[in-house]
């Protein structure tokens, strides 16, 4: 197809020219910010001597959790089981999948998880913690939606749930309670494929993923103050048009509802990138990840430059299983993170990256994109790391094995809580 060409001569011109280089301007900027949000979200103590970081990676040893490898300094604990009560409430849910974490007024803090299940099955639940770290409740926060992979939490306190299908949207919902006000769905936020989004608070534009071998990047232009219906209403749903110089080109998407054709087919002069998944604000800079190149890029949108932060890429012959192992191990030689899929920031602003498949490792990612593991699981095989999220103070790491030991989507996963040893 003509599309098909163009695409493919678009995203060699826009990914093969990517450097570290600046561009001395700002194109499709807004320039009516409409932030006015608490921007509390995500954000650890800096003194926090325990709080997890860089400086815990080191050899891997087996926990007390059959399976789970982690510094000796550390500890691990299941926190939740798919299909298994949680605080002799909630049933958690198959296919913990994309999380965040929100702070509670009584000093503790809610982990939020998203269910991956289809045909209306998925949806997502939260974890309700004091601020001793012990669980006090467990509830549902949306429920009838389908595939809901990642998303992102907003700085004003909602959870944008995304749903990874041709049709997806995004769902926003509340951590809180029984909060009547949630959940609503955001179609102007796109119908396709979606993996993430992360918000940037300073003009509250939404920058979201899109899990598709030709996905794009995006972002959204609210159309007026967070905590309204104009926010979405009003606003403007962009795709990323990569130039030779690093630089992005945002382009208006002519129907965010895919009516009639999908997004990528609307967009051919749109830079196409490999699966996009897991994405992550942190101080000014967007991170988001492409698995099936194994990269981690990085854009800086004051000065409108996207660049690759971390490259894993390798060639791999699939021609046969012989050949497949052989290049995969090859691979993976000084390559101690493949498949990036979720992502999330400590407080030092190390990326820390879950693996989907490989040898299911979660990585931190040195200021010069080098890799160490913080956690493997062995014999998860059928399964993906999942949910990376840290408590408010940087202390306690929460992830999930999707489908556990068994592969099982509705069964298997298991929620784990990484802290330092007392």
């Known amino acids: 197809m003509i599309n098909e060409e163009r695409r493919k001569i678009l995203k060699f011109f826009g990914t093969s020219f990517l450097t570290l280089s600046v561009s001395p301007y700002i194109i499709g900027v ?65 296919s913990p999948d994309g999380a965040s974490v929100f702070p509670s007024s009584d000093g503790g803090w809610i982990y939020v998880s998203n269910s991956e299940l289809g045909n209306s099955q998925g949806g997502a639940g939260a974890i309700k913690f004091n601020k001793n770290g012990e669980i006090q409740d467990a509830y549902s926060i949306l429920k009838n939606s389908s595939r809901n992979c990642s998303g992102g939490s907003t700085p004003w306190e909602t959870w944008l749930s995304c749903e990874e299908h041709d049709k997806g949207i995004v769902w926003e919902t509340s951590p809180f309670k029984d909060n009547i006000q949630f959940p609503k769905a955001r179609k102007m936020l796109g119908a396709f494929r979606h993996e993430g989004a992360a918000i940037d608070p300073y003009n509250n534009y939404i920058y979201m993923t899109h899990d598709d071998m030709e996905g794009l990047f995006y972002r959204f232009v609210p159309g007026g103050k967070a905590y309204t219906e104009k926010f979405y209403n009003n606003g403007e749903l962009q795709a990323a048009k990569v130039n030779k110089n690093g630089s992005i080109s945002w382009l208006k998407v002519p129907d965010p509802s895919a009516k009639n054709e999908s997004i990528i087919d609307q967009m051919p002069e749109a830079t196409s990138f490999e699966r996009g998944e897991g994405i992550a604000y942190f101080e000014g800079k967007i991170f988001f990840t492409t698995t099936n190149d194994h990269r981690v890029w990085l854009y800086n949108p004051a000065k409108n430059n996207l660049s690759i932060f971390y490259d894993g890429k390798g060639y791999f012959d699939n021609t046969s299983p012989l050949k497949w192992l052989q290049s995969w191990r090859k691979g993976k030689q000084g390559k101690e993170l493949r498949s990036p899929d979720q992502i999330t920031v400590n407080s030092n602003g190390y990326p820390i990256v879950a693996e ?63 802290r330092r040893k007392i």
């Open 356 to 418: 989907d498949g490989d040898n299911m490792e979660l990585c931190f990612l040195d200021h010069k994109g080098f890799a160490k593991p913080l956690v493997r699981i062995d014999g998860h095989w059928l399964s993906e790391i999942t949910g990376p999220a840290f408590s408010p103070d940087g202390s306690r790491l929460y992830f999930s094995s999707q489908r556990g030991k068994s592969g099982s989507r509705s069964t298997g996963g298991i929620t784990f809580e990484l």
């Open 30 to 94: 807004n320039q009516e910010a409409h932030a006015n949000s608490n921007n509390s979200f995500n954000k650890h103590s800096l003194f926090n001597p325990r709080s997890i970081g860089w400086d815990d990676t080191g050899p891997l040893k087996e926990s007390d959790l059959r399976g789970v490898f982690i510094p000796e300094s550390l500890s691990c604990r299941i926190i939740a089981r798919s299909g298994e009560k949680v605080a002799n409430n909630y049933n958690w849910h198959g």
